[in-house]
């Protein structure tokens, strides 16, 4: 049977050391599409910081274990090792998943309002390349609805902290007044944009920005008054700075204990707030070993992103009823295709068997020497034994075919389906 299906790890069933590990940029998803199509015809890869999920659309019973043999093979771990932390979700769980993904509910920052934007981003650049058909399509369009949807009508971006802003939340918190503290941003991306942002709207005055191309460096300082280095000065500057915020897209540590642990033991215990926001990890956790560094990583921001606004609790529950809702409305309209797809195949297949019965008659009738058929009566036959034929395809069809509309059962339009041979080639 036809069906959506999902399968992933996120925040929630795998821990930093294993997300960073199964992690797409968007420069190789092209790439990883072209291997995924060898496992399944049409999909769509989500990697973020804190999920790497693929929605598809199959009628492979195989499915989900074929995402799961993609995802071993292309980033070289053990099956067993990822089943246990990879969720598979089909039908009306993958589309309520989806719906919540987009809305923020399933972030790790509840509400954060980034990923509407890289579900956009990663779903079109899939589009793009064929590897979305109909259903699909039509599921994410109708996700991204029901994300706007949830921020247009509910509160939670409002009280939701995106990880930018929790990121300059504990900086501030940390050195009480940012605008005596120096802040390096390392990455010119938009999550470096973001943080940048973030920062400026909490006070900070003296921004530096280092980016392996000088360019865009220097284009993001400029945007807010803050100065550039060059990438090879980043290490020495760790010796001056108060906080640094790391959100390239290197597939290394940026920041290690051998390049970077001399500057940072030449502040004689200073404090400094390493703040690494990208998965792949930036920043060398044994930095953390060192005198006065106070390190951060994705799943520590997760823990000071908590509100103490009660209405909070009460914007998501509201948003989650607003998913629900949209959920079902998408699964009702779907079904609804299924349904009519189903009763227009089970009568023209009726049609086909009483039309070949009848002529099988008329020509019989024709023939036979009982009966006295001529040129002026066979047409007043035909027509008599047609809507004979007609009335009871249409008195025998009419309950079940209620039925069929009313239950939207996939699982029951199968068994229908292959009761009456209506599988299609």
Same mark, same amino acid.
């Given at each position: 049977?036809?069906?959506?299906?999902?399968?992933?790890?996120?925040?929630?069933?795998?821990?930093?050391?294993?997300?960073?590990?199964?992690?797409?940029?968007?420069?190789?998803?092209?790439?990883?599409?072209?291997?995924?199509?060898?496992?399944?015809?049409?999909?769509?890869?989500?990697?973020?910081?804190?999920?790497?999920?693929?929605?598809?659309?199959?009628?492979?019973?195989?499915?989900?274990?074929?995402?799961?043999?993609?995802?071993?093979?292309?980033?070289?771990?053990?099956?067993?090792?990822?089943?246990?932390?990879?969720?598979?979700?089909?039908?009306?769980?993958?589309?309520?998943?989806?719906?919540?993904?987009?809305?923020?509910?399933?972030?790790?920052?509840?509400?954060?309002?980034?990923?509407?934007?890289?579900?956009?981003?990663?779903?079109?650049?899939?589009?793009?390349?064929?590897?979305?058909?109909?259903?699909?399509?039509?599921?994410?369009?109708?996700?991204?609805?029901?994300?706007?949807?949830?921020?247009?009508?509910?509160?939670?971006?409002?009280?939701?902290?995106?990880?930018?802003?929790?990121?300059?939340?504990?900086?501030?918190?940390?050195?009480?007044?940012?605008?005596?503290?120096?802040?390096?941003?390392?990455?010119?991306?938009?999550?470096?944009?973001?943080?940048?942002?973030?920062?400026?709207?909490?006070?900070?005055?003296?921004?530096?920005?280092?980016?392996?191309?000088?360019?865009?460096?220097?284009? @993001?300082? $400029?945007? +807010?008054?803050? =100065?550039? *280095?060059?990438?090879?000065? %980043?290490?020495?500057?760790?010796? /001056?700075?108060?906080?640094?915020?790391?959100?390239?897209?290197?597939?290394?540590?940026?920041?290690?204990?051998?390049?970077?642990?001399?500057?940072?033991?030449?502040?004689?215990?200073?404090?400094?707030?390493?703040?690494?926001?990208?998965?792949?990890?930036?920043?060398?956790?044994?930095?953390?070993?060192?005198?006065?560094?106070?390190?951060?990583?994705?799943?520590?921001?997760?823990?000071?992103?908590? @509100?103490? $606004?009660? +209405?909070?609790? =009460?914007? *998501?529950?509201?948003?989650? %009823?607003?998913?629900?809702?949209? /959920?079902?409305?998408?699964?009702?309209?779907?079904?609804?295709?299924?349904?009519?797809?189903?009763?227009?195949?089970?009568?023209?297949?009726?049609?086909?068997?009483?039309?070949?019965?009848?002529?099988?008659?008329?020509?019989?009738?024709?023939?036979?020497?009982?009966?006295?058929?001529?040129?002026?009566?066979?047409?007043?036959?035909?027509?008599?034994?047609?809507?004979?034929?007609?009335?009871?395809?249409?008195?025998?069809?009419?309950?079940? =075919?209620?039925?069929?509309?009313?239950?939207?059962?996939?699982?029951?339009?199968?068994?229908?389906?292959?009761?009456?041979?209506?599988?299609?080639?």
């Amino acid at each position: 049977m036809i069906d959506f299906v999902t399968v992933g790890l996120s925040h929630k069933t795998a821990g930093l050391d294993l997300r960073e590990k199964i992690t797409i940029e968007k420069d190789n998803l092209s790439t990883a599409l072209d291997v995924m199509d060898e496992y399944l015809d049409q999909s769509v890869i989500l990697s973020t910081c804190n999920r790497m999920e693929i929605y598809s659309y199959s009628d492979d019973e195989l499915a989900a274990s074929k995402v799961l043999s993609f995802l071993s093979d292309y980033f070289e771990i053990d099956k067993k090792l990822l089943e246990e932390h990879l969720y598979v979700m089909t039908g009306r769980g993958s589309v309520n998943h989806l719906f919540g993904v987009v809305s923020g509910l399933d972030s790790m920052i509840v509400g954060e309002h980034q990923i509407l934007g890289q579900v956009r981003d990663y779903y079109g650049m899939a589009g793009s390349r064929g590897s979305v058909s109909g259903p699909l399509m039509r599921l994410f369009h109708r996700a991204f609805r029901t994300g706007r949807k949830v921020r247009r009508e509910t509160n939670i971006s409002k009280y939701g902290r995106s990880v930018s802003k929790t990121a300059a939340m504990i900086a501030s918190d940390k050195l009480e007044n940012l605008r005596d503290s120096s802040v390096m941003v390392i990455g010119a991306g938009d999550a470096g944009r973001l943080v940048v942002r973030a920062l400026s709207y909490a006070g900070a005055n003296d921004i530096i920005v280092a980016n392996r191309t000088r360019e865009r460096a220097d284009e @993001l300082a $400029d945007s +807010l008054g803050g =100065t550039s *280095i060059p990438y090879e000065l %980043l290490n020495d500057s760790l010796s /001056t700075v108060d906080v640094v915020i790391s959100s390239t897209g290197s597939p290394g540590h940026v920041l290690t204990k051998e390049n970077a642990g001399n500057s940072i033991a030449g502040r004689n215990g200073k404090p400094i707030v390493l703040i690494d926001i990208a998965v792949p990890r930036d920043i060398d956790p044994l930095l953390s070993e060192i005198e006065g560094v106070h390190l951060y990583s994705m799943d520590d921001l997760a823990e000071h992103a908590g @509100l103490n $606004d009660p +209405l909070f609790e =009460t914007e *998501i529950l509201r948003s989650q %009823l607003m998913v629900d809702n949209e /959920t079902d409305l998408f699964m009702s309209w779907w079904n609804s295709l299924d349904t009519a797809e189903l009763v227009a195949d089970l009568y023209e297949k009726a049609d086909q068997i009483r039309t070949d019965e009848l002529n099988k008659t008329l020509k019989y009738l024709i023939n036979s020497e009982l009966f006295d058929i001529n040129s002026d009566n066979i047409d007043e036959l035909a027509f008599r034994l047609d809507a004979l034929s007609n009335a009871i395809v249409n008195k025998l069809f009419h309950a079940p =075919t209620s039925y069929i509309k009313s239950e939207h059962d996939p699982s029951r339009q199968d068994m229908i389906r292959r009761w009456f041979d209506l599988h299609k080639e």
